[in-house]
T-cell receptor, first 116, second 112 residues
Framework: NAGVMQNPRHLVRRRGQEARLRCSPM?????VYWYRQLPEEGLKFMVY????????ESGMPKERFSAEFPKEGPSILRIQQVVRGDSAAYFC??????????????FGPGTRLTVL | DAKTTQPNSMESNEEEPVHLPCNHS???????IHWYRQLPSQGPEYVIH???SNVNNRMASLAIAEDRKSSTLILHRATLRDAAVYYC?????????????FGKGTKLSVIP
């Protein structure tokens, strides 16, 4: 059973460009979570999605960031007009049911975004 | 989620047991204690969780204090592959508990 897959693993963008990060959850998982890890910091929750629905985006910056999880295909985290402060590792996690209490989340290897 | 406190770093010799402490004095009665670890340049990996009783799995053991205000993750024989940052996280069961709140964790170094 393949784990959570993220691509690309490394992404370099110049200021003002768009970044698209993709996440394929584990087979049978319909809940996806995105986290961001700034250099030398812990992971911070960004957004929680189910198929075709954004459930909680309280951790997402209000501008330039968006996320989707379509009926078919991977979840996408999109960052428009990137700035240097967006440079970070972005991790996707998935779970077969709502993760809470005892239920774990399964993380992907992350996408490391560098903004020049 | 309630706050946890962990030492910034610890060292262990290879093949010796490691005890990683975590204080969570404000834990509520329904909070689960989760441990995740993050190897260098990888995503976090679930290690173990518990509520009140001590727990064992193939990776580690979790010892929970009787008053639940602290816990200890035990790696029985540290290997070089166990060098990672270990995060102790409290998870409620209510709305919004799907968010994992990562602190700074404990960076474990394993000496060959």
């Amino acid at each position: 059973n393949a784990g959570v897959m993220q691509n690309p693993r490394h992404l370099v963008r110049r200021r003002g460009q768009e970044a698209r990060l993709r996440c394929s959850p584990m087979k049978g998982h319909s809940h996806v979570y995105w986290y961001r890890q700034l250099p030398e910091e812990g992971l911070k929750f960004m957004v929680y999605l189910q198929k075709e629905n954004i459930i909680d985006e309280s951790g997402m910056p209000k501008e330039r960031f968006s996320a989707e999880f379509p009926k078919e295909g991977p979840s996408i985290l999109r960052i428009q007009q990137v700035v240097r402060g967006d440079s970070a590792a972005y991790f996707c996690a998935s779970s077969p049911q709502l993760a809470g209490g005892p239920n774990e989340q399964f993380f992907g290897p992350g996408t490391r975004l560098t903004v020049l | 989620d309630a706050k946890t406190t962990q030492p910034n770093s610890m060292e262990s010799n290879e093949e010796e047991p490691v005890h990683l402490p975590c204080n969570h004095s404000t834990i509520s009665g329904t909070d689960y204690i989760h441990w995740y670890r993050q190897l260098p340049s990888q995503g976090p990996e679930y290690v173990i969780h518990g509520l009140t009783s001590n727990v064992n799995n193939r990776m580690a053991s979790l010892a929970i204090a009787e008053d639940r205000k602290s816990s200890t993750l035990i790696l029985h024989r540290a290997t070089l592959r166990d060098a990672a940052v270990y995060y102790c996280i409290l998870r409620g069961s209510g709305a919004g508990s799907y968010q994992l709140t990562f602190g700074k964790g404990t960076k474990l170094s394993v000496i060959p």
